[in-house]
C-alpha cells in the first residue's frame, strides 16, 4: 500500500497567514492527489484534485502543487473558516490511502 | 443538489452483521461510481470500499475484503454496504461518498454523505 504522511501534524496561525502543508507518498504517485478539509462534526469536503485542480466554489486562496511524491497546499491568507483539519489522500492505485491530517488552529 | 444520506449504523456486538445503505439524489446516480469511506473515533480517513457505475467491478480494502460486501441498485438510487463478522476496530463513522470522475471512478470524492456511525461492542 502507498503510505502518505502529511506535516505538520498541526499548526497554530493567525488569521492572514500564508500556510503550507506537505504531504508526501511512499511511491510515485503522479498528480494522482487529493486534498480535503474537514471541520468538526462534519463531512470531509473536496478542495483540490489530481494535486492542483481546484474543485468548483472553492476559494482561490487555496492553491496546490507537486508532482511525483511530494506534494503541497497552501492557502495563501488564512481566514476563520479555514481553521479545520486538512487530510491528503493519493487516487493513483487502490487501495487509496489517506495522510494522517494536519490540524489547523488558530494562534 | 446532490444529496446522499446513509442509514443503518447503529450497535452491534462482535462477530455480528449489518447493512449501511446510502440513499442519492441531485446526480445521475447511474454513470457514478461511488465508494464508502470510515473514520474512526478521533482518527483519521480510511478508504473502505468502491464500486463502478454498473456494480460489475468493485475494490476493497485488505482489513475488510471477505467480510463486507459494497452493492448498488441503480433503480432504487441506492448504495449498499453489507458488513459481516464485524470486529471491534470496525467502529467507525460510516461515510458514502461519490466519484468525480464518472463510469469507474478513481477515488476523487466530490460529495460526501453526513454519515453513519457503526459500533462493534459486546
Known amino acids: 500500500d502507498i503510505q502518505m504522511t502529511q506535516s505538520p501534524s498541526s499548526v497554530s496561525a493567525s488569521v492572514g497567514d500564508r500556510v503550507t502543508i506537505t504531504c508526501r507518498a511512499s511511491?510515485?504517485?503522479?498528480?494522482?492527489l487529493v486534498w480535503y478539509q474537514q471541520k468538526p462534526e462534519k463531512a470531509p469536503k473536496l478542495l483540490i484534485y489530481?494535486?492542483?485542480n481546484l474543485q468548483t466554489g472553492v476559494p482561490s486562496r487555496f492553491s496546490g502543487s507537486g508532482s511525483g511524491t511530494d506534494f503541497t497546499l497552501t492557502i495563501s491568507s488564512l481566514q476563520p473558516e479555514d481553521f479545520a483539519t486538512y487530510y491528503c489522500?493519493?487516487?493513483?492505485?487502490?487501495?487509496?490511502?489517506f495522510g494522517q491530517g494536519t490540524k489547523v488552529e488558530i494562534k | 443538489e446532490v444529496h446522499l444520506l446513509e442509514s443503518g449504523g447503529g450497535l452491534v456486538q462482535p462477530g455480528g452483521s449489518l447493512r449501511l445503505s446510502c440513499a442519492a439524489s441531485g446526480f445521475t446516480f447511474t454513470t457514478s461510481a461511488m465508494s464508502w469511506v470510515r473514520q474512526t473515533p478521533g482518527k483519521g480517513l480510511e478508504w473502505v470500499s468502491s464500486i463502478s457505475h454498473s456494480g460489475g467491478s468493485t475494490y476493497s480494502a485488505d482489513s475488510v475484503k471477505g467480510r463486507f460486501t459494497i452493492s448498488r441498485d441503480n433503480s432504487k438510487n441506492t448504495l449498499y454496504l453489507q458488513m459481516n463478522r464485524l470486529r471491534a476496530e470496525d467502529t467507525a463513522v460510516y461515510y458514502c461518498?461519490?466519484?468525480?470522475?464518472?463510469?469507474?471512478?478513481?477515488?476523487?470524492?466530490?460529495?460526501w454523505g453526513r454519515g453513519t456511525l457503526v459500533t462493534v461492542s459486546s
Open positions: 489522500q493519493q487516487a493513483n492505485s487502490f487501495p487509496y490511502t
Open positions: 511511491q510515485d504517485i503522479s498528480s494522482w
Open positions: 489530481t494535486a492542483s
Open positions: 461518498a461519490k466519484d468525480l470522475r464518472l463510469y469507474d471512478g478513481g477515488g476523487i470524492c466530490d460529495y
